[in-house]
């Protein structure tokens, strides 16, 4: 079946610009996880969504930082004013339930900021 | 609060010789720990899954982990590499302690396999 989509792939921005990433989780998955993975470094929690409920966003480093799942399905993290410190590549994951369940991983979309 | 830590960067072997990546944990209970990998430019695979059913837990491609509660451990091995083990390996735990189940990362480890 279908896993994780996540587009655009790659997305290059100027500094300043704003950004949208999006994400399809696995269809009837109840929890959307994004990710920030620098350069070299493993993957960092930014934020939690149980259905359409952003319920911990303990990790955004900054106000530029927006995520929202309206209807429960399709995520979008969008990154205001980027700076080049956003560069990195951000993953989304989604997981059945609630609770200690497998994370499924999307590929991936890689932000540069020039 | 739970962390890991992954402690070697860069490992090397040669193909057809056994693979040891090693990862140790922070936990004030029971952990849920896991061991992904990620190939260049595709997404984290699960490779196994530790949840206190079993400490030795077999995974995809001849991959296995034991959880050793008394050194805090959770080290990967396979017996004998393949050229297309070749990848970056992150142990993770699972924080329960939030509610949100967030997974928390190593700082990985690249594995090398040489011909």
């Known amino acids: 079946g279908a896993g994780v989509s996540q587009s655009p792939r790659y997305k290059v921005a100027k500094r300043g610009q704003d950004v949208a990433l999006r994400c399809d989780p696995i269809s009837g998955h109840v929890s959307l996880f994004w990710y920030q993975q620098a350069l070299g470094q493993g993957p960092e929690f930014l934020t939690y969504f149980q259905n359409e409920a952003q319920l911990d966003k303990s990790g955004l480093p900054s106000d530029r930082f927006f995520a929202e799942r309206p209807e429960g399905s399709v995520s979008t993290l969008k990154i205001q004013r980027t700076q080049q410190e956003d560069s990195a590549v951000y993953l989304c994951?989604?997981?059945?339930?609630?609770?200690?369940?497998?994370?499924?991983f999307g590929p991936g979309t890689r932000l540069t900021v020039t | 609060a739970q962390s890991v830590t992954q402690l070697d960067s860069h490992v090397s072997v040669s193909e057809g010789t056994p693979v040891l990546l090693r990862c140790n944990y922070s936990?004030?209970?029971?952990?849920?720990l896991f061991w992904y990998v990620q190939h260049p430019n595709k997404g984290l695979q699960l490779l196994l899954k530790?949840?206190?059913?079993?400490?030795l837990v077999k995974g995809i491609n001849g991959f296995e982990a034991e959880f050793k509660k008394s050194e805090t451990s959770f080290h990967l091995t396979k017996p004998s590499a393949h050229m297309s083990d070749a990848a970056e390996y992150f142990c993770v735990v699972s924080d329960g302690s939030s509610g949100t189940y967030k997974y928390i990362f190593g700082t990985g480890t690249r594995l090398k396999v040489l011909a």
């Open positions: 530790y949840t206190s059913a079993a400490t």
């Open positions: 994951a989604s997981s059945l339930e609630r609770g200690d369940y497998e994370q499924y």
């Open positions: 936990s004030s209970y029971s952990p849920s």
